[in-house]
Every structure is written in C-alpha cells, then in structure tokens.
C-alpha cells in the first residue's frame, strides 16, 4: 500500500533529516521508499518541505499527490502545504508554531518544538520528536526500526538525547 | 548486499570510485556539491586524492593533468560552473585525455534557480565547446542507474580516451531510494590503454589502434610524449597540414561512432503494440512512466522510450520506431532541445510532438497523460 | 658536463623554434635546461614539461621530456594534477607574463597559496608576443602596445612580490643577459620543495621592442645589463637611488613550509588510506 508523507517547516528545523530518517527506516524494513525536497534559494531560513513516499511496489514518479500525512512546523508551511492533503488524511501541526490552524478535519495539534526545548533542552531536537509523533501517528514502520535508523545517523554523542526526543514525540499523543 | 537508502549524487562518488576513480578535483555548486564531498571522504581511504580549486577552470585543468599522469579521473559541477569547463571539455577531446564530468542540471541560464531541477543543458552537452568534436553523455533516471552509469562513464572515458558527460539532474542528483548496489566482484572495469610499441620500435602517442583509439602513455614513463591542443598529427606534434587537420578531426569522430550501436543504451517498455509513445530521459521519464501506465490502464496504446545515452544520438532506433508508430511524444524539463534531435531522427515518418516544462517544478504525471492524449486526438484529426 | 651536452635535451627534430631572430625565450629555456642537467635524479623520463599558450610556451614542444602544452592560462592546474596524482615526477611550468598574471593570474595565486611543489618559469616580456604585441598586466606604465597605443596606463603587477604575498616559498629574478645567474636562480627553484617562482625578463625584439624604440636585441639585453642591480646592491639603495628603469634580479624570498603533497598525505593517514 502506498503512503505519502510531507515534512515542512522552514529551513534548519530540521524536516529534511527527518523524512530522510523515516525513508530509512522503511528501506531497513524491506520496503520501497523514495525521499526527495525542495528549499528555497536560502539554504537557511527559507522555506523547507521533504516528501517521502513509502510502498511495496517500485516508485518511479517521485512527487508526493494526495499525501496522506502533512506535517507542519510553522504557519507559513501549514498554510501552503495542507491544502492537497487526502481527504482522510492527517496534518499534524506545532501547536504553538501554528497558532492558527487550517480548516482541516483530521489535525493533531503537538507543541513539539515546545517538548523538545522543555524535556530534551534544544529547540535543535523538535525534527525527532516530531519523528517520534509520526512514528506513532503514521504506523507505517516499527518504532525500534525508527529508533535505530536515528541512532545511525545523528552524531554519536548526541543519540541518547535523540533517544528522548524520539519517545517524548512518540508518547505525546495516542 | 541488502538495500540502503542512498542519494543519487552520491551514488555517483561509489561508483567512480568502484570504476576505478582515483583523482577529483571540483569545485562547489548546487546541485552537485554532494559528489564533491562524497569523493572528498572517499578518495583518501584508498589513497587517491581530492582537491578544491579555485574554479572550475582549475578543476577541468588538475583533473586532466592526473589523468595524464595514470589516475582515473572525475569531476562535478552544475549550471555557471559547467559553462567555466568548457574550454577545456574541448581540450580533452583534441587531446584524447580520459576524464568524466558530471553535470547535475539546475534551471539556468546564468545563476538561475540554483536549486530547482532543469534539463537544460542537454545541447550543451553535446556542443558547449568550441569546434568539431564528439562527446559521450550518459542520463541516470534512478539512484542504481547513477552508480551503474557512472562506473559506464569511466569505462567509456578510458576506452575510448574522450570526455564522457554525466548528465544528471536535481531530481535524481537529490533523490534519496532504496537501492541495493552490486558487488566489487560484479564490476567490470576497462583498464588504462597502454603503449604497444617501444620508443625503439617507432612509438607514437596518437597512432590510432584497430578501433581508431590512441594508446597514449602515461606522463613518467619514458616515453617523451608531446600533448598539445593544437592540431596535431600522429607524433602528437602540431602539424598545420589540411590533410592532418581533416584526418585528425574525421578519427575523433569516428572512433566513437563507429561504436555507437553498442554506445546506445535505450530503453523500450511497451512498444509491442504501441502507436504512440513517450519518449523522455533521467528523472523526467520517472514521471513519464507513471503517464504511460496510467494511460494504458486506459486502453491507450502507447509505450516508453527512455534514452540513457543521450549522444551519440540513438538515431537509428527513433528513426526504426517512426516507421512504425504514428506519434512521439518527447517530454523534457526545458523550452524544447531533445526534441530537435527525435524530429531530425524521425525524418517526418511520423508525429513529433513536444511536452514542456521550466518552471522550477517536474511534471507531475497528469501533465504528461494529458499531452498524450492531445497528441493522439491532433494525429487523428490529421 | 660537457660544452654542449644540454643538446639532448632538446628534440632536434623539431628544430628551428619558430621565435623571431634575437627573441629572448630560447635563452630561457636553454637556461632550463641546464638547470635540469644539474639536479641529480632528475631526468628526462621523470621531468614533466606543462606550458600555457603563447609564444614562450611553445618552449615544451622543443624540450624532450614528456611534455604538455595546454590551454591559455591554464599551465598550472595541469600541473597540479599531474604532481598530485604522481608525486614522484617532477613538474616544471613556463608561462608568460600574459599566460601567467591575466588570464591565468588566480591559478597562479592559488598555485603559491597551495604550495604544491613545482617550479614556475615565467618569461617576461611585457607584452603579449603571440598575438602580435597587445597590452599585458606587466607592460610598464607608458609603454606602446596595439592595445594602448598612447601608452599603457594600466598599473603592471610585480609578479615576484605577487607571488610571495600568495605564499610561494621560492621566488627569483633574473634576466636573459645575465645567463648564468639566471641558470643559478632557476636550479634553485628546482631545489625548492614547494610552489617555486622565477622570472626571467627576456626580450621580445617584435611586439615590444620595436614599438616602443628600444631599438635591436642587443640593445635590449644591453638595457638588462644596465638597470639590472643585485639584490644585495638594490637593498644598500637609498629610495632616491631606485629610480628610472632600474630594478632588482636575484632571490626575493625562501622559505620551508609543508608542501600540498605532503600535507595531504596526512589527510590519506587520516582516513585510514596509506598503504
Ligand atoms: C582563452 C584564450 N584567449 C585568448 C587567446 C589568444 N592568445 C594566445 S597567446 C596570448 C597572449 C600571450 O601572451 P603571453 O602570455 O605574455 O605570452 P608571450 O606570447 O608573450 O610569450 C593570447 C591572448 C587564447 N589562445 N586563448
Ligand atoms: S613575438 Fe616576441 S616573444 Fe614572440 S617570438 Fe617574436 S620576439 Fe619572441
Ligand atoms: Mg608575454
């Protein structure tokens, strides 16, 4: 079954790394994944989206139609990037980078840059519990495939910190 | 070896390196950055060199004396930086020097939109120095592709002692995928030519093989050689002779040419009972695939012509499926330039219609289904 | 050594050169030459001849080594990829002014930034004598090019003080008249581990002389002779004594710093690369 996913937020909030993160783990499980991105002229500040496309088949185009999970760090990338979204999708937001959420029917709210200055100490961790959430909300690979897929590709001394973010982000909803 | 994700940049740092590659010298640009800093941590661990010049001048310059001294040699850039190479894309081919440069397409001209995919460039591929000369240029569609055809391009570049151009675009250059990579063991790998004859025995650099390819030796050998960009005749010496300067020029064309059947790499996917079909290349036929399927679920006879060599051009293939089928499709990320290649291949034996786009974002495959069915409904109406 | 044994240096076959009668550049590169004859373990088969374009740089077609003439400008990228990628052989550029200091000027900063270890030659004449005597970066203020036929006003580079502010770590001046301090200065350089620069002034009867009226060959070298002063003399000279067409010939400035080669052979130990 094919899944479509959209990380956006603005850039050095760290989407990009995330959704690499995710196709990953869903390569390590045996499926098919394809991660592509865009980004402004800016390398930083600029807008930010990466787009992940998990199935069992080969996928050849490589752009996300219909995603079926929008993710949002800022206003500005919610605004812009829902709006596509699968009727019965979702589109998770920042609670307080979004203060002002889009019309949608399936939105959960998080405060995950909030989480992650409170509980991990750097607004620097936001893209992995905002893993973390997905990996709950998505269920599209196992969390311990997730865990290990972030444990290999952030800075070693970095990944027990990433360990707490990822499970705050994953424990934050239900 | 079990699947990774991998981006197709750098896909094509492991597969020079596994071709052999052992000399790089680049210089940064969006999109193509990522094989500069791929062969940067690479080249070291088997003890080849990485350098950062102060251009890509400088860049085509180094990595063509390396290669003159025996590496395997490759270099990367994207939009303004490949148009700085092409002086010396020139040189190489006048004097038969080894070397491939990846170009990872941007929307130009100029700085453009450095980060947004185009297919641009593929004319200048073809004719972006000055003069008479041939080329090589090979187009990746997938991540594996990248690999595979990179390790191609520097089979091609020592074989047939040419530049050989990597004509990627962002779109694979960026894309990350699953892709299992083939063992060392699988890889097949054409040494450096090598001298056949002795100093004594008469030996000159630009004699040309059986196949019309000089044996050059490596600087250091003792060989004394001379190299130069001027014209030159068998010694390697410059020679202001009409008959040299003909010669010289008909060899360089013809050493690949005379190849080209098995240079040309072009994939066929649903031709059997095809009127119609698409034809497209790197990431750009990744969506034209999908407009294909999606079309034929229709009841649509149309089929997929992918050219992963791009020069020489596969014009007997194009001009063989004009014959047959009554429309061709070609779809590219750019005003309209393979397009003028399919329609001098096709030799009005059928429809040649162009599917375009520059505007920063890929087609999406509706785009291209669409264009499918007006092509169809304008031969019909014809 | 004997009289003419630096005779097999050259590719008789190639001969006559095609440089005008009384040119300089057949001076300086007979001067190479023997320069080479004299470094032990330096021989024809691991000698590597790189040049730019121009009248100077045809210098490689004659000199049997194995030889590279390459684009306008472009002498010592080549040249850095050929020592970087077979650090045993030794690598020797001739350029000119033109080659060297217009269009090739940021390879050649980068080249001494760099320090790879070649011996750059440059021979000066002020003018660019392949195209028939247009301006370069080292014409003197006020002298006759078909580019500046007023005069050139345009501030010459000083291509000795250049390369030192870049990071070379050998840099020399000699003339065509004074042939064995430039043989001198030019084995030197071969001596230097490191980016080494040598500039020969020579003259260019054709494009320059003539134009400006400094008049025959000998005239010109007898100019060389006469405002040519010693380093150690040109450094006793009051300023006020510095003055006219004088200027300074022998070696400006030596140093010992790491080499690219080698530097990056700690790089190669680094990522776990050596052999
Ligand atoms: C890219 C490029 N631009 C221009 C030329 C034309 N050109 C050939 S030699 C030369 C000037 C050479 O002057 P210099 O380097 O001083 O050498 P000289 O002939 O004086 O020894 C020029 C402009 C060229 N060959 N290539
Ligand atoms: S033009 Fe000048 S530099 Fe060139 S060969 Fe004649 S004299 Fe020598
Ligand atoms: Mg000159």
């Known amino acids: 079954m094919r899944k479509?996913?959209?990380?956006?937020?603005?850039?050095?909030?760290?989407?990009?790394?995330?959704?690499?993160?995710?196709?990953?783990?869903?390569?390590?499980?045996?499926?098919?994944?394809?991660?592509?991105?865009?980004?402004?002229?800016?390398?930083?500040?600029?807008?930010?989206?990466?787009?992940?496309?998990?199935?069992?088949?080969?996928?050849?185009?490589?752009?996300?139609?219909?995603p079926d999970f929008v993710l949002a760090m800022t206003q500005k990338a919610a605004d812009k990037y829902y709006t596509d979204l699968n009727a019965d999708g979702v589109l998770i937001l920042d609670e307080d980078l979004v203060p002002t959420p889009p019309q949608?029917?399936?939105?959960?709210?998080?405060?995950?840059?909030?989480?992650?200055?409170?509980?991990?100490?750097?607004?620097?961790?936001?893209?992995?519990?905002?893993?973390?959430?997905?990996a709950k909300v998505t269920k599209l690979v196992d969390f311990e495939t997730i865990k290990k897929s972030v444990a290999n590709r952030v800075p070693p001394h970095t990944v027990e910190q990433n360990m707490l973010a990822l499970q705050i982000g994953f424990d934050a909803v239900n | 070896?079990?699947?990774?994700?991998?981006?197709?940049?750098?896909?094509?740092?492991?597969?020079?390196?596994?071709?052999?590659?052992?000399?790089?010298?680049?210089?940064?640009?969006?999109?193509?950055?990522?094989?500069?800093?791929?062969?940067?941590?690479?080249?070291?661990?088997?003890?080849?060199?990485?350098?950062?010049?102060?251009?890509?001048?400088?860049?085509?310059?180094?990595?063509?004396?390396?290669?003159?001294?025996?590496?395997?040699?490759?270099?990367?850039?994207?939009?303004?930086?490949?148009?700085?190479?092409?002086?010396?894309?020139?040189?190489?081919?006048?004097?038969?020097?080894?070397?491939?440069?990846?170009?990872?397409?941007?929307?130009?001209?100029?700085?453009?939109?450095?980060?947004?995919?185009?297919?641009?460039?593929?004319?200048q591929a073809r004719w972006g120095t000055h003069g008479d000369h041939s080329i090589i240029v090979l187009s990746p569609w997938s991540v594996r592709e990248a690999f595979d055809l990179a390790v191609r391009s520097v089979n091609y570049a020592e074989r047939f002692r040419t530049p050989v151009i990597l004509l990627m675009d962002e779109i694979v250059g960026h894309l990350r995928e699953s892709v299992e990579l083939p063992?060392?063991?699988?890889?097949?790998?054409?040494?450096?030519?090598?001298?056949?004859?002795?100093?004594?025995?008469?030996?000159?650099?630009?004699?040309?093989?059986?196949?019309?390819?000089?044996?050059?030796?490596?600087?250091?050998?003792?060989?004394?050689?001379?190299?130069?960009?001027?014209?030159?005749?068998?010694?390697?010496?410059?020679?202001?002779?009409?008959k040299v300067t003909r010669e010289s020029i008909k060899r360089m064309h013809e050493k690949i040419s005379r190849a080209a059947d098995e240079i040309i790499d072009v994939q066929e996917e649903f031709m059997d009972d095809a009127e119609f079909a698409v034809v497209a290349f790197g990431g750009t036929s990744r969506t034209a695939y999908e407009a294909v399927l999606s079309a034929r679920k229709r009841g649509v006879k149309v089929g997929f012509v992918r050219l992963v060599t791009i020069f020489p051009f596969a014009d007997k293939i194009i001009s063989e499926l004009a014959k047959k089928i009554r429309g061709l499709l070609v779809a590219e990320l750019n005003y309209g330039q393979i397009v003028g290649e399919v329609e001098r291949a096709a030799k009005g034996q059928c429809a040649v219609k162009l599917c375009a786009k520059y505007d920063m974002t890929i087609f999406e495959p509706e785009e291209i289904e669409a264009a499918i069915d007006e092509m169809i409904s304008e031969v019909d109406g014809e | 050594m004997t009289e003419r044994s630096y005779e097999k240096f050259f590719r008789q076959n190639r001969l006559p050169h095609l440089w005008c009668p009384g040119c300089g550049n057949g001076i300086v590169m007979k001067a190479?030459?023997?320069?080479?004859?004299?470094?032990?373990?330096?021989?024809?088969?691991?000698?590597?001849?790189?040049?730019?374009?121009?009248?100077?740089?045809?210098?490689?077609?004659?000199?049997?080594?194995?030889?590279?003439?390459?684009?306008?400008?472009?002498?010592?990228?080549?040249?850095?990829?050929?020592?970087?990628?077979?650090?045993?052989?030794?690598?020797?550029?001739?350029?000119?002014?033109?080659?060297?200091?217009?269009?090739?000027?940021?390879?050649?900063?980068?080249?001494?930034?760099?320090?790879?270890?070649?011996?750059?030659?440059?021979?000066?004449?002020?003018?660019?004598?392949?195209?028939?005597?247009?301006?370069?970066p080292m014409t003197p203020l006020g002298?006759?090019?078909?580019?500046?036929?007023?005069?050139?006003?345009?501030?010459?580079?000083?291509?000795?003080?250049?390369?030192?502010?870049?990071?070379?770590?050998?840099v020399a001046r000699s003339t065509a008249f004074h042939v064995q301090h430039l043989t001198k200065m030019i084995e030197d350089g071969l001596d230097n581990r490191g980016f080494s620069f040598i500039e020969a002034l020579v003259q260019c009867p054709t494009a320059y002389g003539?134009?400006?009226?400094?008049?025959?060959?000998?005239?010109?070298?007898?100019?060389?002779?006469?405002?040519?002063?010693?380093?150690?003399?040109?450094?006793?000279?009051?300023?006020?004594?510095?003055?006219?067409?004088?200027?300074?010939?022998?070696?400006f400035y030596r140093a010992e710093t790491e080499t690219y080669d080698e530097a990056y052979h700690h790089v190669i130990e680094l990522a776990g690369g050596a052999k």
């Open chain 1, 4 to 66: 479509q996913l959209r990380l956006s937020g603005s850039g050095g909030q760290g989407v990009i790394t995330a959704a690499i993160i995710l196709a990953e783990a869903a390569v390590s499980e045996g499926k098919q994944a394809v991660q592509s991105q865009s980004y402004g002229p800016e390398a930083r500040g600029g807008a930010s989206k990466s787009e992940v496309i998990i199935d069992d088949e080969k996928i050849f185009h490589p752009h996300v139609k219909a």
């Open chain 2, 183 to 242: 063992a060392e063991s699988e890889i097949e790998i054409y040494p450096r030519r090598a001298p056949k004859k002795s100093r004594a025995e008469g030996y000159e650099p630009y004699a040309p093989d059986e196949d019309l390819v000089p044996n050059i030796a490596n600087f250091g050998e003792g060989y004394h050689i001379h190299v130069t960009g001027l014209i030159h005749d068998e010694t390697g010496f410059p020679s202001g002779s009409p």
């Open chain 2, 1 to 123: 070896m079990s699947a990774r994700l991998m981006q197709g940049n750098e896909a094509v740092a492991e597969g020079a390196l596994l071709a052999g590659v052992r000399f790089f010298g680049g210089y940064p640009i969006t999109p193509s950055t990522e094989i500069a800093e791929g062969m940067a941590k690479l080249l070291p661990q088997v003890g080849g060199t990485f350098i950062q010049m102060e251009d890509e001048i400088a860049s085509m310059g180094v990595v063509l004396g390396a290669s003159l001294a025996g590496k395997k040699v490759l270099t990367a850039s994207s939009g303004p930086g490949i148009s700085l190479k092409q002086e010396l894309i020139g040189y190489a081919a006048a004097t038969e020097i080894p070397v491939v440069i990846v170009n990872v397409q941007r929307v130009g001209p100029s700085t453009g939109q450095p980060t947004a995919p185009s297919q641009g460039d593929v004319m």
């Open chain 3, 32 to 136: 190479i030459v023997q320069a080479v004859e004299k470094k032990l373990g330096w021989t024809q088969d691991n000698t590597i001849i790189v040049s730019g374009i121009g009248c100077s740089s045809r210098a490689s077609g004659y000199m049997d080594f194995d030889t590279l003439h390459t684009a306008h400008g472009r002498a010592i990228p080549f040249a850095t990829g050929i020592k970087l990628a077979n650090p045993k052989l030794n690598v020797i550029v001739i350029t000119g002014d033109g080659d060297c200091t217009a269009i090739g000027g940021n390879h050649f900063i980068h080249g001494c930034r760099r320090n790879v270890d070649l011996t750059v030659i440059l021979f000066n004449n002020n003018i660019y004598g392949m195209t028939g005597g247009q301006a370069s």
């Open chain 3, 143 to 170: 002298k006759k090019a078909t580019t500046a036929p007023y005069g050139s006003i345009d501030r010459p580079f000083d291509a000795c003080k250049l390369a030192e502010a870049a990071g070379a770590t050998y």
């Open chain 3, 210 to 251: 003539r134009r400006n009226k400094i008049g025959e060959p000998a005239k010109m070298m007898a100019w060389m002779r006469d405002n040519a002063i010693m380093k150690s003399a040109w450094d006793k000279l009051t300023d006020d004594k510095k003055t006219g067409d004088k200027f300074p010939i022998g070696l």
């Open chain 1, 104 to 134: 949608f029917k399936n939105i959960i709210r998080v405060p995950i840059t909030k989480l992650a200055v409170e509980k991990v100490g750097k607004a620097l961790f936001a893209n992995i519990v905002a893993l973390g959430v997905l």
